[in-house]
C-alpha cells in the first residue's frame, strides 16, 4: 500500500503537529485532506502554493490519493514566475493561503478551511494527461523557468520506500520540517516517515529560533535534514551544546558539505550519540539516490557513499562507455525505479510517458575506490547550487538578457556570480535577481568587466572570466 492510501493500520497514529502541540493523526489528516479537496475532479492539476503547514501536507497526500496532480510551488515565489507558471500549465485548482494576494485572475474560491483557501478556474482547461503522472516540482532551483519534472506515483512511493528502508525509519520517529514542503528532499522527508507511519512536527521555524528546539524537546524529535547552509547555521549557533536527547540522526543532503565541515559534524555527533548521515539527490531521481552509512562516515568523509536500496550507479566516459576502474573520473549515471518520467514546459507535455527510462545522467563528474563508493569531484553541466537549490547558470543569464542586462554568470555553491558590463547597474541587477529568485543578495555577487570574453567562433568563453 501507497502511503498516500488510508492504511488503516496507522489510522489512529500521529501523523501531523502544528506549532502550538495540535497534533492530528493519519486519520485526521486524510480527513482534512478530503475536506479541502471536496469538489474537486481527478486527472487535473492542482497549484499548490506551499509553505509547512498541516493544511499544506493534508492537500499535498489527499491529492495523490484522490489522482489530483499537485504542481508544488513555494508560496513566497515571484508574482512574475507564479503567473508564469500558471500561464503554462493552466491547473484547474490553486490551494492559497487566505490574505495572500491573489494574482489568478478568471478564478474563483470554492471555499475556505483553517485559514487557507481552494479557487477553481472559472473555465477547467480539458488536456490530456499520462496515467503515470503523480506530481509536478521544480528542478530545486527558483530562476524564473517554469520548467518542471515529471514524477509518477511509483517514483514516489519507491524512493519514499527507500529511505526509509535505509533509515530504518520506525513508528516511534518524529521528524521536524527544517526544509520546503516544494523541495524535493523536504518533500521525501515527508514521504518517507509517512510511509512508516511515524510523525512530522510541522513549522516554518528556523534553527536560529529558540522556539524551533523546544519543539524538538516537547515531541521527542528524533531526527531533522539540512542543506549545507543549514549546517552552517548549526554550527554557528553551538549545535554541539544544545540539548536534544531524543535525537538518533540527523541527515544532509542539497549540496556538497565543505569535507573540514562534514569531519567537524561527525565529531559533534558522535560526542552527541547521534549518526551523520550524508546524502546525495536530484529532483529527477525523485529525491535521494545515494546515502553514507554512518559507520564508514569518518574515513570516507568526502564522498557520497553507495546507491540507496533498489538503486545503482555506472560511471561513463566522454564516449558512453562504462567505467570499470577505481579512481577514474566520469559522468555519473544513476539506474533505479525513482528516475522520474522526465520533464514538462508547459500542460502539452503532461501526456508525455516515460521519457528517461529509469536511467538518469546526473551531470555530475565523479569517481569510485576500491569499496565501491563514490566521490563528487565536479559537473559537466552549468549548474551550482544556492542553499541546497539547484540553479542552471544559463537560465540566469537568460533572465538577465530578457531584462537587457549584459551578462553572464559564473561562481561556485552558494556564490552566484554575476560578470556584467553594466557596472552602473550593479544595484539594479542585484535587486531584480534576488526578487525574482526569492534569495537573500548574500548568494549573489556582481563583478564589473570590460568585455564579455568570447572564443572565435562567437561563444561565450568562460574560462577567461577573472
Known amino acids: 500500500m501507497a502511503f498516500y492510501d488510508r492504511n488503516y493500520v496507522f489510522e489512529d497514529n500521529i501523523a501531523l503537529v502544528d506549532e502550538n502541540g495540535q497534533s492530528y493523526t493519519y486519520g485526521q489528516m486524510f480527513a482534512l485532506g478530503s475536506q479541502i479537496l471536496d469538489g474537486t475532479e481527478p486527472r487535473h492539476v492542482l497549484m499548490l502554493l506551499c509553505d509547512n503547514s498541516v493544511e499544506a501536507i493534508s492537500t499535498y497526500v489527499s491529492a495523490l490519493q484522490r489522482g489530483i496532480i499537485p504542481l508544488m510551488v513555494n508560496s513566497a515565489t515571484s508574482d512574475e514566475l507564479l503567473l508564469a507558471i500558471f500561464n503554462k500549465y493552466k491547473p484547474a485548482y490553486i490551494f492559497i493561503k487566505k490574505g495572500a494576494k491573489n494574482f489568478f485572475m478568471q478564478c474563483h474560491c470554492l471555499h475556505e478551511i483553517s485559514g487557507y483557501q481552494l479557487f477553481q478556474a472559472d473555465t477547467i482547461e480539458h488536456y490530456p494527461v499520462s496515467d503515470e503522472l503523480a506530481l509536478l516540482l521544480t528542478t530545486s532551483g527558483s530562476t524564473g523557468s517554469p520548467k518542471l519534472v515529471r514524477q509518477s506515483y511509483k517514483n514516489i512511493q519507491s524512493n519514499a520506500n527507500s529511505i526509509s528502508r535505509y533509515l530504518d525509519t520506525k513508528e516511534n520517529d518524529v521528524a521536524i520540517t527544517t526544509l520546503p514542503l516544494n523541495y524535493t528532499y523536504g518533500l521525501s522527508i515527508v514521504n518517507s516517515h509517512l510511509e512508516r507511519g511515524a510523525s512530522l512536527v510541522v513549522t516554518n521555524k528556523s534553527f536560529f529560533d529558540n522556539g524551533f528546539w523546544e519543539l524538538c524537546n516537547e515531541n521527542n524529535v528524533t531526527n531533522f535534514g539540512g542543506v ?234 568562460y574560462s577567461a572570466l577573472p
Open 228 to 461: 549545507p547552509y543549514s549546517y552552517d547555521i548549526l554550527q554557528t549557533i553551538g549545535f554541539e551544546q544544545i540539548p536534544v536527547p531524543s535525537l538518533r540522526y540527523i541527515t544532509q543532503a542539497g549540496g556538497k558539505l565543505h569535507e573540514d565541515k562534514v569531519k567537524e559534524m561527525i565529531e559533534i555527533c558522535k560526542k552527541k550519540g547521534i549518526q551523520f548521515i550524508i546524502m546525495y539527490g536530484q529532483t529527477e531521481a525523485t529525491a535521494r539516490m545515494s546515502y553514507l552509512p554512518w559507520k564508514h562516515a569518518a574515513e570516507k568523509s568526502a564522498s557520497i557513499g553507495i546507491a540507496i536500496p533498489d538503486g545503482k550507479f555506472i560511471l561513463e566516459d566522454d564516449d558512453g562507455r562504462e567505467i570499470t576502474e577505481t579512481d577514474l573520473v566520469g559522468e555519473l549515471v544513476y539506474y533505479g525505479p525513482n528516475v522520474t518520467l522526465g520533464y514538462a514546459e508547459g500542460y502539452q507535455d503532461l501526456c508525455k510517458g516515460n521519457e528517461f527510462n529509469g536511467v538518469l545522467h546526473t551531470g555530475d563528474l565523479a569517481k569510485r575506490d576500491a569499496d565501491g563508493y563514490y566521490y563528487i569531484v565536479g559537473r559537466n553541466k552549468r549548474f551550482i547550487k544556492l542553499f541546497g537549490n539547484r540553479v542552471n547558470l544559463d537560465e540566469v543569464e537568460q533572465l538577465l538578457i530578457k531584462k537587457h542586462y549584459s551578462c553572464v554568470c559564473g561562481g561556485k555553491d552558494d556564490c552566484l556570480v554575476i560578470y556584467t558590463v553594466d557596472e552602473e547597474k550593479d544595484e539594479e541587477i542585484m535587486n531584480f535577481i534576488s526578487g525574482m529568485m526569492g534569495f537573500h543578495k548574500s548568494a549573489f555577487r556582481i563583478q564589473g568587466i570590460k568585455e564579455i570574453p568570447r572564443t572565435t567562433s562567437g561563444k561565450v568563453d
